[in-house]
């Protein structure tokens, strides 16, 4: 099908709609990861890092859109351990023996994830260990190095790259409306990435939360890995659920705030 066939097909805007939604949702864990990782870095290095950052993500999944009969080869098993499982009450196996190209990424880029939410989350509880790295008189919170941030955006960004261009291929069989949805949503992202690593920077609260949030991600991505599918609505309804009731917390903080510097 030409693009201008695309172009005149309703079903093709009814499917681009449908993935960008699907792809921001997705792309949500990545963003918090890049806000947390580039509000490490000096000032005047930040924002160039989040873009730099989307921009690579963007990159990634056009190439990888372009390589897409590999993409979907990532979902034959490479080998089996051969191990035999519970059964559960449907006569299915409780957990898969078989692991994917897709699940071994999604494995690494879990434990990543975790060891990485792990280790900022010891710097929040414990802020005069920083395991070596830079420290922001200033902050008081550990510094990375610019190439540090960068290389470690580039490898979570695989691990969801390849995740949403699977979601990508499931939706619809054309490229053009894929790339276009890729390109709509780094578009967007970019938009919010500035605005939303502030908001985070400005309350500590969320910081820890993110954080929280990025290890959940991390066990749902090794769990996707070991072939138990958490379904994603309970997972973001989670994380919308938390991220209500810490709004409330912020509201009722600063009405306190406002209330104690008036009687002051």
């Known amino acids: 099908m030409d693009i201008v066939a695309l172009l005149s097909d309703p079903a093709a805007w009814v499917a681009l709609i449908t ?4 792809e921001i949702v997705l792309g949500i864990d990545n963003l918090v990861f890049i806000a947390i990782l ?3 870095l000096p ?4 924002s160039k890092a989040r873009r730099i950052g989307l921009a690579l993500a ?16 990532l979902q034959t098993p490479l080998f089996d351990l051969g191990i035999t499982g519970e059964v559960g009450e449907h006569g299915t196996p409780t957990f898969e023996t078989a692991f994917s190209g897709r699940d071994l990424i999604l494995l690494v880029g879990g434990l990543f994830l975790l060891w990485k939410a792990t280790k900022e989350i010891h710097h929040n509880m414990d802020p005069d260990d920083h ?12 510094q990375i190095t610019f190439g540090a941030a960068i290389a470690q955006i580039i490898a979570l960004d695989l ?10 291929v499931g939706m619809t069989d054309h490229v053009p409306i894929m790339v276009t949805a890729v390109v709509i949503t780094v578009g967007i992202m970019l938009i919010a990435a500035d605005p939303l690593a502030r908001f985070i920077e400005k309350n500590p609260t969320l910081v820890m ?8 991600i991390g066990l749902v991505l090794i769990a996707d890995g070991f072939g138990f599918h958490v379904p994603k609505g309970y997972v973001y309804a989670a994380m919308g659920f938390s991220v209500g009731v810490e709004l409330l917390n912020m509201i009722k903080r600063n009405r306190r705030k406002a209330i104690a510097e008036a009687a002051a």
């Open 19 to 22: 993935l960008v939604v699907l």
């Open 38 to 40: 580039s509000n490490k």
């Open 43 to 46: 000032k005047e290095q930040q």
């Open 58 to 73: 963007l990159i990634m999944r056009i190439c990888l859109l372009m390589l897409i009969g590999w993409i979907v080869t």
């Open 131 to 142: 395991s070596g790295e830079m420290l922001d008189k200033n902050k008081g919170v550990a």
């Open 159 to 168: 691990v969801f790259s390849i995740d949403s261009i699977l979601t990508a």
């Open 209 to 216: 939360l993110a954080l929280a949030f990025l290890v959940m």
